[in-house]
């Protein structure tokens, strides 16, 4: 079973900075998806970056970027020049396709952000 | 556009009783997953549906949840029976088409059993 882990549980970070959020997975599969999403105060779940596993090139969406590491099976979040609106619990998730068409996202437990002024 | 959209939006119900959650995914979204998340954790998968069929429904905890999704749009889970255990919040996503694009998830609904 494919299962996703992020070991910070909680991070902080002064404004304007730079931290990253580490991700690991566990996977037979060569192809698949990894995704990190975004939970505000507000608990929507907002999309932040996606990355293709058979692309090498890392994904990047303006100040997010990632550091996918296919070997080691890593997938952490780079959000620089940090935002009071980046607070939020962030969660790395993993896509998998399974047999007859369907797919599913598997989550980690989560890394909760604290961006400080 | 308009985003997917969940109702209700918070829902209280007495243990035993039957409740019906309801899911409008983005316009012309094939796809649509249900996904349940307790305080603190992840989402966790339910159900998947491919237009009408459901194609997968391995997450179901058991025989008091069910999902339908009879026109290829809207979808119903009904949960029957609540228990305090099946206090959650449960969120529905709707992705254009399966192979790894992206899913998008509505606002949840937050289900209180007491």
């Known amino acids: 079973a494919q299962t996703v882990t992020q070991s910070q549980p909680e991070m902080s970070v002064q404004e304007a900075e730079t931290v990253t959020l580490s991700c690991t997975y566990d996977t037979s599969e060569s192809n698949y998806y990894l995704f990190w999403y975004k939970q505000p105060p507000s608990r929507q779940m907002i999309l932040v970056i996606r990355?293709?596993?058979?692309?090498?090139q890392n994904a990047t969406e303006n100040r997010f970027s990632v550091n996918f590491q296919k070997a080691a099976k890593s997938f952490s979040l780079k959000i620089s020049d940090s935002q009071l609106g980046d607070t939020a619990m962030y969660f790395c998730?993993?896509?998998?396709?399974?047999?007859?068409?369907?797919?599913?996202?598997?989550f980690g437990k989560g890394t909760k952000l604290t961006v400080n002024p | 556009g308009a985003g997917v959209s969940q109702s209700p939006r918070y829902k209280v119900t007495k243990r035993g009783q039957d409740v019906a959650l309801r899911c409008d995914p983005i316009?012309?979204?094939?796809?649509l997953y249900w996904y349940r998340q307790a305080l603190g954790q992840g989402p966790e998968f339910l159900t998947y549906f491919n237009y009408e069929a459901q194609q997968d429904k391995s997450g179901l905890p058991n025989d008091r949840f069910s999902a339908e999704r009879p026109e290829g749009s809207i979808s119903t889970l009904t949960i029957q029976r609540t228990e305090q255990r099946d206090s959650a919040m449960y969120r529905c996503?709707?992705?254009?088409?399966?192979?790894?694009?992206?899913?998008?998830f509505g606002p949840g609904t937050r289900l209180t059993v007491t």
């Open positions: 996503a709707s992705s254009l088409w399966d192979r790894g694009h992206e899913q998008y």
């Open positions: 990355q293709e596993a058979y692309k090498q």
């Open positions: 998730a993993f896509m998998t396709f399974l047999q007859g068409g369907s797919e599913k996202l598997v």
């Open positions: 316009s012309g979204h094939v796809s």
